[in-house]
DNA sequence: TCCTATATGAACAGATCAGTATATATACAT
DNA sequence: ATGTATATATACTGATCTGTTCATATAGGA
């Protein structure tokens, strides 16, 4: 099996699913902008749904390998990297093509409790808590005087911040959410004692 | 016409439609969930998307009543009523039935900028933001030195994270993230210099 | 040349979708 | 009692959905 197909067709769904929604985007839809014919999607995919699996797979690789190296171009000390994060989602929110988080656009149209496509999106979200709080444990290691509990409060409250941003740029609230939720980041980690900031 | 019929069909839908979703909820199941007859139905709304666009309108009504009648119960003065907003978020989500914002799922679900729904989900979150202000700037009028851009921009780090905290209480990322929130709020308010929180 | 793997197009099945048509029932006001 | 408004059930249209079937094309390896 040649895997060059099978990437193709999931490269093109993503783009296709984000811009236009997954129950909103039929088969023969795909078959029209991808060129790919639908047969050939049964033979890679059993079902639409596990083709959107592989979508949302490739999107959550794709989106924090590239957020993540954004933040370590950005800056190199933890502190300045906690900050970089917020012009990173800036960066994402000024894409042309920026249609909010496709994680949460899934989990609202696939909300059962027990979906996959519901459940992999939550996984998503942890994933980006972890990176987030592997920051923040490194912060907490250069200024030694924070606790392990501090620096799971702390990184929630800065992902807070990252999710309201997401939020409030795709409906239209705030135009630049990114800078204003670096600007609370900053209040936040001076109220929780981090120095240099 | 009486009102009653159309009231109640408006109100079961909602029920429906929250818990259920949008698209994946046929008006063949709303027959079945509400009892009321299709084509009563379609006397009263001309399409689904009309009757989505009315079920919005209750639950923009429903909800900010709901949640700053509860503000004011729990605090008289503006201080108070700003942590207070993040208390009665709690208590939203340990609703058993909570599913998340139905104005964020509904924009998710009809994302096409030109879409009279997802403007009325829009709509709603700039109202939720005014109630917000409106709070922010009676707390500036009491302490008498904060300028209005100021109350703006702390209105919307206030707002950042109440819409974080939806999403990550939706994507299990926090258990408890309206006390997380409150939290940063908190720190938030000291850091733009409000005196007695 | 022949085999295999992978691709294609096009028609199809069966379900479900939004919305309509028709005929009928119920309740209330005059 | 009779007209009017609102409700109902049921069957239908035509479109669209996911997924399948089948016949065929292409390209590379032995």
Redesign the interface.
Known sequence: MRPSKRDELVQEALKVFYQN?F??TGMDMLVKKTGISKTSMYKHFRTKDDLILAVLRLRDEQLRNWFFRRVEELASSPLGQLLAVFDVLEEWFQQPDF??CM???A???F?RADDPIYNQ??EH??LM?SSLLKIVRQLETDQGNLSSEIAE?LT??L??????????K?????VS?GL??K??AV??L???GIRGV
């Open positions: 929604g129950t909103a249609q909010g994680f949460i656009k989990s609202s149209e909300q999106c939550t979200k942890k808590f409060a929630r409250q992902f807070l911040l990252k999710e309201g941003a997401i939020i409030l795709h409906m239209r609230v705030s959410a204003e939720a600007e609370a209040s936040l001076q109220a929780n």
